[in-house]
Nanobody, 124 residues
Framework: QVQLVESGGGLVQAGGSLRLSCAASGRTFSMYTMGWFRQTPGKEREFVAAISWSGSTSNADSVKGRFIISRDNAKNTVYLQMNSLKPEDTAVYYC??????????????????WGQGTQVTVSS
């Protein structure tokens, strides 16, 4: 069982930056692929970025060149550095974890554990 706790959300002006953190419980964090997803009211939860247990990363086209995912296995934490934020980035951001070993790590269905979410609001 893995428990995930997100932090770092808030209100920021367009063009600004935020860094989200996701702290995970357990002693096997390094074995998990970690992902960030986001959701707005009335829409499905969508993939943002992921980093595999081996360090490979994947980003949604909408955030490429602006968001960077990273992990610190010593701290059991995954980060999402969000730069050049846009109003359309406004959403609840969720952290997720999976022991999946496949190449494609963007699908919502492969993730077994989810955090409670943190609100990010970007004002224009």
């Amino acid at each position: 069982q893995v428990q995930l706790v997100e932090s770092g959300g808030g209100l920021v002006q367009a063009g600004g930056s935020l860094r989200l953190s996701c702290a995970a419980s357990g002693r096997t964090f390094s074995m998990y692929t970690m992902g960030w997803f986001r959701q707005t009211p009335g829409k499905e939860r969508e993939f943002v970025a992921a980093i595999s247990w081996s360090g490979s990363t994947s980003n949604a086209d909408s955030v490429k060149g602006r968001f960077i995912i990273s992990r610190d296995n010593a701290k059991n934490t995954v980060y999402l550095q969000m730069n050049s934020l846009k109003p359309e980035d406004t959403a609840v951001y969720y952290c997720a974890a999976t022991r999946f070993r496949g190449v494609v790590i963007t699908g919502r269905g492969i993730y077994d554990y989810w955090g409670q979410g943190t609100q990010v609001t970007v004002s224009s």
